[in-house]
C-alpha cells in the first residue's frame, strides 16, 4: 500500500503544476528546497527560496506582522511555530517579521498583539 499523501505534498503537488515554464521544479526537489523541515510531517516554514516561490513567483496573497520588541523569538517559538500553524508562513529574520500565507492566522497574530502569547493559547498541534 504507498504511503498516504501528507497535507504538505499536496501542497506542493498542487503548487508545481501551477508554476511557469520558467520555474518549473520536480515535486521531490519543491519538497527538499521550499521547506525549513524536510519531514513530509514536519512544519511549514518556507526557507528563503520557497518565500520566493510562494511571493515572487505564484504572487500568492501574504499578509505579516511584524515582531514587536517584546516578542523574543526563541527556539521555544519557532517550534510552537512549526507544530501550531496549519498554513505556510515565513520568517523574515532581518525585518523582524512574520509572513503569513492564511489570512486567518495573520488576523488571529495581530489581534493578540504578542506572538509568543498567541502561540500559547493557540489550540492547534
Known sequence: MPPMPTRKLDLVQRLVALLPEEHTES?????K???VNLRAKGGL???DHGYHIFHGVLKLD???IDF???DKVTKQTILDLDRKLDWPYYIDVRRRRLI???SKEAMMATLYGN???WLTNLQNG
Not at 27 to 31: H, K, L, N, Q, R
Open 27 to 31: 515535486i521531490d526537489m519543491a519538497m
Open 33 to 35: 528546497t521550499w521547506w
Open 45 to 47: 516554514r518556507l526557507t
Open 62 to 64: 501574504n499578509w505579516h
Open 68 to 70: 514587536a520588541k517584546s
Open 100 to 102: 503569513f500565507f492564511s
Open 115 to 117: 506572538l509568543n502569547t
